[in-house]
């Protein structure tokens, strides 16, 4: 069938021959990130058809993320990737509008390095060495994979060194890395400002607090906004930040929907039902773990998310006796009538997570009916045993 846009009382995903899914996952740009809430929705469609000057808009969401994050001064980027790359360009630049326009390649006597610490070399979906190469930065790599110590950092740090970058993510090494608070202090030693992407953290003031100069979050992840970032911190940053839109932020920028969506987000979580959410979510987390605590070869945990962020996961432990790996019965649950994605980072490792952050009304029992009937069904489907590999055939085949 072929999408149309035409006119049409049908819902859209099938206007659009978009198949539901039901996300288990996370909040993930592949899925469409989150479920964006009722008041950013509302604030998006009110401001679309108006005009608006565009810095003045700017200066107002400024004014709501620094109340929300404790900050000077804030700006919304078009991601949180693009606001890594900008507020790198700003800490490269400053104010210096010709060196604005100069970049990413015309650098000459600017201070370019940017120091990072090897196990937060980390790919979100697309790679954070390349974020900084975007800004004109040139990665500076510290320590090794498993360790990093205070002189990797220190000594790291000479007159051509601009930015200090901190990643706070599962995604990064969980152990043997230095500290936020170290790491600001050996950097603020050498007065070098440091930019923490902290894109998926529910936590919007303590990283400014540890000293952080800058903190990058995603709108779209907890927040549930539109597709944004959110740059906070230090004034005289976040305007140059701000002033990269007359250079490498034009090709990112951002349209007043998304400003207004992400300002009423950030209003909404201030004043959500966190209580709630946590309970339903366990609620969710309990019905699956029993549900699975039935059958042989599989184990499930409630576990914490790693950074400490207020949720929990289930953790699915898929041994040989159940008739499945843990790829097998991912694959077998992405086959479902409503195919059901879980959160399969490390299935390798012979398990996965199911994440209850995006669940609609209905969905959590939906899931549950699945494992059942696929770990109580006499046969087993034919990659049951499926040993994950890795393939980029489908995405090089688009748009076929
Ligand atoms: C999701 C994520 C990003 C990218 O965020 P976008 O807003 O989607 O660009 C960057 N860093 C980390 C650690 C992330 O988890």
């Not at 740009?29 to 509302?42: D, M, R, W």
């Not at 954070?128 to 790291?156: E, F, P, W």
């Amino acid at each position: 069938m072929v999408a149309t846009t035409k006119g049409s009382e049908q819902p859209i995903r099938e206007r659009l021959n978009l198949r539901p899914i039901i996300n288990v996952s996370g909040t993930m740009t592949a899925l469409g990130a989150s479920i964006i809430v009722p008041e950013a929705i509302k604030a998006m469609s009110e401001i679309a058809s108006q005009f608006v000057e565009m810095d003045d808009l700017h200066r107002r969401a400024s004014e709501v993320i620094a109340r929300l994050t404790g900050s000077e001064a804030g700006f919304v980027t078009a991601s949180c990737a693009s606001g890594i790359s900008l507020s790198l360009a700003a800490a490269i630049t400053g104010d210096n509008l010709l060196a604005i326009e100069n970049l990413p390649d015309r650098t000459e006597g600017l201070k370019t390095e940017v120091i990072v610490q090897i196990g937060h070399m980390v790919s979100f979906g697309g790679n954070i060495d390349q974020a900084v190469r975007l800004a004109g930065g040139k990665v500076i790599a510290a320590g090794t994979v498993s360790a990093v110590n205070d002189y990797h950092v220190a000594d790291a740090i000479n007159d051509r060194t601009a930015a200090a970058l901190y990643v706070v993510s599962h995604h990064t090494v969980q152990y043997g890395m230095l500290s936020l608070p170290e790491f600001v202090a050996i950097c603020h030693a050498k007065n070098v400002p440091v930019i923490v992407d902290a894109a998926s953290e529910y936590d919007l003031r303590t990283f400014l607090q540890q000293g952080a100069d800058i903190v990058v979050y995603s709108g779209h992840k907890f927040l549930g906004g539109p597709t944004t970032g959110i740059v906070a911190g230090r004034k005289d940053l976040v305007r140059a930040t701000f002033l990269q839109n007359r250079g490498i932020g034009r090709g990112m920028k951002v349209g007043k929907e998304s400003i207004a969506g992400v300002m009423a987000a950030l209003e909404a979580w201030e004043h959500r039902d966190h209580d709630g959410i946590r309970r339903r979510e366990r609620a969710a987390l309990d019905l699956w773990k029993n549900t699975l605590e039935g059958f042989a070869g599989i184990e499930a945990l409630i576990v914490p998310d790693p950074t400490n962020n207020p949720l929990d996961r289930l953790e699915v432990n898929v041994r040989p006796e159940s008739g499945f790996t843990a790829a097998g019965l991912a694959a077998a649950l992405a086959r479902a009538q409503i195919p059901i994605i879980v959160r399969n980072h490390e299935v390798e490792r012979g398990h996965f997570f199911l994440d209850p952050c995006n669940l609609h009304p209905g969905e959590a029992e939906t899931v549950t009916r699945e494992f059942h009937s696929l770990l109580s069904a006499k046969e087993r489907p034919a990659d049951a045993m499926l040993v994950p590999q890795k393939s980029t055939r489908n995405v090089r085949n688009w748009p076929d």
